[in-house]
């Protein structure tokens, strides 16, 4: 028999929460407040195992349930009535940009809000929808310490089913480009060679890429999960790639989880909202990307062998990797450690085999949730490190050149007239591909760049790196290229343009600190794929999964980890 919940009184607590990535100078503070509820307020969802939807009792098999390849072809509902939320912070939007309301939310009662926020928290808590809180000394170095919910929209973003495929059938198209890249270490090292002279940083990984070709270092099992992202653009109605992610391809584990929490919450409340629980499209993001690591480690073919995890020093999304550890663990007894690129400089040893051992284990796949910024190697230890792991003949994910073949640069060079054709055999791929690019172009096209600075909001800069916070916009392009301009220096070669994407704005309700935010805002679509390449025989190439992230339509930059946005998921229209 089941027993009854007691429900007591919550209590408020106040500190000082940053959402920032660790790699990151800047930062968002916000006011955190744990939810506080002054009635005896009783969740309406059932966390019972024999209850219909949450019969699981792991993650995997949550997430699993819902299936991937399903996707609803009913249309959304233009309105979900007339939506308004009382307490609900109300924030500005950025002018200049016309609004669409996909969904109305002007109009929904506010209790009716109030018991989808509280129970959206409450099922954060209990399905380890979690970040570290940064206002906790130890949250990013210590488990289970200083948790707070990961940001999140409350309600699923409506997108295109027509453009979601197409997103997902890029996926796998990526991944063997990706590939055939990776092995063309001349067009890598070119394609590079201005960038080294300028960015200190690409010259460091150049020159162990360099290392590799001068011993001929073959990868004869190439591991790669990757994520694709889009925005989808409100004037000409086309999916625009942003960016191909090599490495640290983030927010697998909890990707899932909101996907699952926003199925919950239609479940309960979609039939007062006008939404059904069946559009939003299943998440197996962390179970694909296990199984392709899962795979590789079986190929490694040492029983004993483990699979080493790179992180940072304190990491605050350690929850997300951790939700990627367990699913290789329940499902596949596959063993992870975590270890910094300086531990492993002092643990680490490369026996005359080329058999890697970090503090005396034997190291099959090495999964890079770290090494893609320049603060992950403060000191020659770190770099060492990599090397190291990069000379041994366990998988990388990514390898060097996987790496590189992720750059900012590599993009634009793809984006050139004929290249794709240089890796790519299908014709039907290479239309594909070249239709999602936007316009990106180098800095020493003297006729883009006196357009970009007579029109600076059209376009983006960008420089060779990863984790968020690092683009240049608006008035800010028109004065970095006049400097660059005026310096007369190769400068410019440590970035590249880019068209500036418009999608279109809706309101949204953006979950953080567990305070609700009634704001206009813009989402971005990831595509993560997983590719596994034995030699000449591809194992696993899939698309594998999703990631949509949401931000205020007046922010410029997007990274969750890096505060300026919120987990979201799909509402198939």
């Known amino acids: ?182 092995l063309d270490g001349k067009f890598l090292q070119e394609s590079l060679s201005r960038t080294k002279k300028v960015d200190p940083f690409t010259s460091r990984l ?47 584990g909890l990707s899932c989880l909101v996907s699952e929490l926003h199925r919950s919450l239609l479940i309960h409340y979609g039939e007062r909202l006008g939404l059904d629980s069946k559009k939003v499209p299943g998440n197996s993001a962390v179970i694909q990307f296990a199984e392709a690591m899962a795979k590789a480690w079986t190929e490694y073919n040492n029983a004993r062998a483990l699979v080493l995890v790179v992180v940072q020093s304190e990491e605050h999304n350690m929850y997300d990797q951790h939700w990627l550890s367990s699913v290789l663990k329940e499902r596949h007894n596959v063993t992870t450690i975590r270890k910094t690129l300086a531990e492993i400089d002092a643990e680490g040893e490369l026996l005359p085999d080329g058999t890697l051992l970090v503090g005396g284990q034997v190291i099959a796949v090495v999964y890079f949730r770290a090494g893609y910024a320049p603060t992950d190697y403060p000191s020659e230890s770190e770099w060492r490190a990599r090397l190291l792991m990069e000379q041994s003949s366990a998988v990388k994910c990514p390898s060097i050149s996987y790496h590189l073949a992720g750059t900012k640069k590599i993009q634009q060079e793809l984006a050139k007239p004929n290249v794709l054709e240089r890796f790519l055999d299908n014709k039907e791929d290479i239309a594909k591909v070249r239709k999602c690019f936007a316009g990106l172009w180098s800095l020493d096209d003297s006729e883009i760049v006196s357009k970009a600075i007579e029109n600076p909001e059209l376009y983006v800069m960008k420089p060779q790196r990863e984790g968020g916070g690092n683009n240049i916009y608006g008035e800010d392009v028109k004065e970095t290229l006049l400097r660059l301009k005026k310096d007369g220096t190769d400068e410019d070669a440590a970035y590249i343009l880019m068209q500036r994407i418009f999608p279109s704005v809706s309101l949204t309700f953006l979950m953080r600190d567990g305070i609700c935010h009634k704001d206009h805002a813009i989402s971005e679509l990831g595509i993560y794929g997983a590719y596994l390449r034995i030699k000449e025989k591809v194992i696993m190439n899939e698309q594998s999964g999703y990631l949509m992230r949401t931000k205020v339509a007046s922010s410029n930059e997007g990274g969750v980890a890096a505060g300026f946005a919120v987990l979201d998921s799909l509402y198939l229209t």
């Open 1 to 182: 028999m089941r027993k009854k919940l007691k429900w007591v009184k919550m209590g408020v607590r106040y500190s000082s929460l940053s959402l920032c990535s660790p790699t990151h100078q800047y930062h968002q503070s916000f006011r955190l407040a744990t939810f506080t509820c002054d009635t005896k307020q009783k969740s309406n969802f059932s966390f019972y195992p024999t209850d219909k939807y949450r019969i699981f009792n792991t993650h995997y098999r949550r997430v699993s349930f819902f299936p991937i390849t399903q996707f609803s072809i009913c249309g959304l509902h233009s309105r979900i009535g007339n939506l308004k939320c009382g307490r609900v912070k109300e924030m500005e939007t950025r002018q200049g940009i016309a609004t669409k309301e996909a969904l109305d939310l002007q109009s929904v009662d506010q209790d009716l809000v109030q018991k989808m926020v509280y129970d959206a928290l409450v099922w954060s808590s209990l399905h380890g929808l979690v970040v570290g809180d940064r206002s906790v000394q130890r949250s990013g170095k210590v488990p289970g310490v200083g948790l707070v919910h990961a940001p999140f929209a409350l309600l699923p973003v409506s997108f295109p089913e027509s453009h979601f495929r197409e997103a997902c059938e890029l996926a796998p198209i990526f991944n063997e480009l990706v590939d055939r890249v990776s």
């Open 206 to 252: 150049l020159d162990i890429h360099s290392k590799m070709l001068e011993l001929n270092k073959k990868e004869d099992i190439r591991l790669g999960l990757h994520r694709s992202d889009y925005m989808l653009d409100e004037q000409t109605k086309s999916l625009l790639q942003i960016e191909v992610n090599t490495i640290s391809s983030s927010f697998s």
